[in-house]
């Protein structure tokens, strides 16, 4: 029993010994900068609020399809088929506001696709005569965001952190086609997220994870060519993303 309560206290000793040493410390005035740049990749996942008529009666804009059996009493609702990842490219610049908070913009491009599915076959007067079991609206978004940084305390080479603000979004993926569903060109945005920075004898890297909730219906205008009611029977159609982001700074 004695030589066990010995190995204990000479275990104890040793990681004693190995936690307090002294780790070396990398770029220890960088959070000191008024100003400074950098890149950031990120994968992102576009999705959608939808709000549905419960029938297409409700809709007061609605217009029966001659060719088809959508009448006032008919249901027809949408909603994502599947998530899909997408990709994110920018630019960082960093304000110093305080030790601890710093205002960030990071404008940049996203590329993503999001699939609506209905409980109606899907006709698309682009893509021939044969019924689709979903309809993809892919887009191409210039980002403009502005967020604050709250940084908690550095522990040696890491420091986590939160982020909140806005951004806005607009889309410029338009193409000659009839939409079956088209959408607003731009779009106001909440964002919140967190993540943790690390400290590399060369430059900082962070890993961060966000939250853009879309404000703002963005549902656009009926089309002319294609059948009516997919894009009549949403009442809302509200964008939200998710972004990993990777920065180097």
């Known amino acids: 029993m004695k030589k066990f309560f010995t190995t204990i206290l000479f275990t104890l000793f040793i990681l004693n010994v190995f936690a307090q040493k002294q780790k070396v410390n990398y770029l220890t005035t960088f959070d000191e900068k008024l100003i400074h740049f950098g890149f950031t990749l990120g994968v992102n996942i576009l999705d959608f609020n939808v709000a549905n ?22 249901v027809v609702y949408s909603d994502i088929a599947s998530l899909v990842p997408g990709f994110t490219v920018g630019i960082v610049s960093s304000l110093k506001l305080h030790k601890d908070l710093e205002l960030r ?34 887009s191409t978004f210039i980002d403009f965001p502005l967020l604050f940084k ?25 193409t000659a086609k009839d939409d079956l569903v088209k959408l607003t060109n ?24 966000k939250f853009s909730l879309g404000l703002n219906d963005q549902l656009g205008t009926i089309p002319e060519l294609q059948r009516p009611y997919y894009a009549q029977s949403i009442k809302s159609l509200k964008s939200n993303i998710f972004t990993l982001s990777f920065h180097f700074e």
């Open 53 to 74: 008529y419960a029938q297409m009666r409700d809709n007061p804009d609605f217009v029966p399809y001659p060719k088809d059996r959508i009448v006032g009493g008919s």
């Open 105 to 138: 913009f990071l404008p940049g491009m996203s590329f993503g696709e999001r699939k609506l599915t209905y409980n109606v076959p899907v006709y698309d007067i682009n893509s021939g005569i044969e019924p689709y079991q979903y309809y993809s609206i892919k």
């Open 150 to 174: 709250y940084k908690a305390r550095r522990i040696n080479n890491d420091r986590p952190f939160v982020i909140f603000g806005g951004a806005f979004r607009q889309d410029i993926s338009k």
């Open 186 to 209: 731009g779009g106001f945005y909440a964002e919140f997220g967190g993540g943790w920075d690390h400290y590399f004898p060369f430059f900082r890297f962070s890993v961060e994870a």
